[in-house]
């Protein structure tokens, strides 16, 4: 029932939230499809868990007929750039984790999402002498945000894409053979119906900004959506985009509590994704998304 109603026009957070959930919906599926085929036995009950197992599909349907999703790909004569994305979470205060965490993995880029004050004041003193190329805009509350680099940051600039202080920063990186666009990025929860509205705003204007850049674009952060939504498909198939079909579910980052993956990494496809994964616990009710990317 869950894995249809979330096939509806989602103009309501309510029935796109039950989108969210599209994985889940095909292991539930499959296993009732796969009891009652070979244990109960009841044909009613094969016919229904199968049909829900088809509907659960058509989302992954459509992202691979539209070439929105890649499993990436183990060879390339591209240039390998390590990109990780971390929602910090403003009032996380282990600051000693995520520091180590970032050093131990020592990406190439990065962006912080949620970053607080007092977390820029702990981290900055030690990753500025590993990665002199900076931008950051902390805050005392979700909307602080920031972005690393170990290549020389060509211009930074804070975009404002609905009018609201969530919003999007981006920053031209130079690498040696190239340059190209990194963004980060924090829409606003999905709710209530306000926040709904305002995040899809975000989202389906962020394709004609980066259509007026001229380099490939990686664009991070928690989009407060997943791959299943059909907002998140609109948005993909406009930015010419696209994003790993194993990207990890990272939230919420609880014991017990079933994760989705609203952290992502967007790739230009002129890009190449070499693989993706999810990263160690650093106090967030987040994990890290860590991936390798051909550019």
Do not use: C
Not at 38 to 45: A, G, I, V
Not at 150 to 165: A, K, M, Q
Not at 217 to 243: K, R, Y
Not at 267 to 274: A, E, G, M, N, T
């Amino acid at each position: 029932m869950f894995a249809t109603v979330g096939k509806l026009p989602a103009n309501h957070y309510a029935l796109d939230l039950l989108n969210h959930f599209q994985s889940y919906y095909m292991v539930f599926s499959a296993v009732i499809f796969i009891a009652a085929l070979f244990y109960f036995r009841k044909r009613w009950l094969t016919v229904l868990s199968g049909s829900a197992l088809l509907i659960s599909f058509i989302p992954l349907w459509l992202l691979i007929s539209n070439q929105q999703v890649t499993l990436g790909t183990s060879k390339t004569d591209k240039q390998l750039l390590k990109v990780i994305t971390i929602n910090t979470n403003s009032a996380n205060t282990e600051h000693q984790r995520i520091l180590d965490f970032i050093l131990n993995e020592q990406p190439d880029l990065l962006s912080i999402i949620e970053l607080s004050h007092a977390q820029k004041a702990f981290l900055h003193p030690q990753l500025k002498h590993y990665y002199p190329h900076y931008f950051l805009l902390p805050e005392n509350t979700p909307a602080g945000i920031g972005i690393y680099s170990r290549y020389p940051i060509e211009s930074s600039r804070f975009v404002d894409l609905h009018g609201y202080h969530f919003g999007v920063i981006s920053s031209t990186i130079k690498l040696p053979q190239q340059s190209i666009n990194f963004l980060a990025l924090h829409p606003v929860p999905p709710i209530p119906q306000g926040g709904h509205d305002i995040r899809n705003e975000l989202l389906l204007r962020l394709p004609e900004f980066i259509d007026h850049q001229d380099n490939a674009t990686i664009t991070s952060g928690d989009f407060n959506i997943t791959l299943w939504s059909p907002v998140f498909h609109q948005m993909l198939e406009q930015l010419d985009a696209q994003v790993h079909l194993l990207t990890p579910a990272t939230w919420p980052n609880k014991p017990l509590m079933p994760k989705i993956a609203i952290d992502h990494i967007l790739v230009s496809k002129s890009l190449q994704f070499i693989s993706i994964g999810k990263g160690s616990d650093i106090g967030s009710d987040h994990l890290p998304v860590i991936a390798v990317i051909g550019v």
